[in-house]
């Protein structure tokens, strides 16, 4: 059991023992350089066939491609703030002194927006053209507005999510009891 395997490779006739085989021969130290201690011996790399291409490149190529993606998408987000910034900047030219709010409106109308209800203040004239399509409510800032009829439905070209109002005249019904169709819970 004392054999190597090597040895016992050579006795079983697996392998053939080539007379022009040498051992490494150790060389004797220099005098003035220190002995590599704990270091193997340096090995020549293997030749690595076309298809094979090394970590150091693949990781390079993944990080070039990563910074890409990252790039496109920063790219893709700005763009989309610039186009958010162009509807907003459009909707506030539509909504200049079109707006028919009024401070002193004493009627609360109520409608559905954002899965919500929500009021608008107007006065007895505003409900009526509200309810009869004439007039429309738009979410801008937080606030809801009341416009006309042609202001909403450019607003809702633009930026359809604005529009939190706006009754279709010919689908528009009122009760026997004059309550619009759409405030019936």
Known sequence: MADSLRDQLLKSGIVKQLKDEKRPQQTAPRPHASPAKGKPPHKPKPARS????????????RAQKDAEERKRVEQEAAEQA???????????KLLEGQLLNKADADQVRHFEYGGKIRRVYVDAAQLADLNAGKLGVVQN????LLVPQAVAEQIRELDPHLVALLVDPAAAGVDDDGIPDDLMW
């Open 50 to 61: 076309d298809g094979e291409i090394d970590l150091a490149k693949a990781y390079a190529i």
């Open 82 to 92: 610039r186009l958010k910034r162009e509807r907003k900047a459009n909707v506030q």
């Open 141 to 144: 800032g937080g606030r809801y």
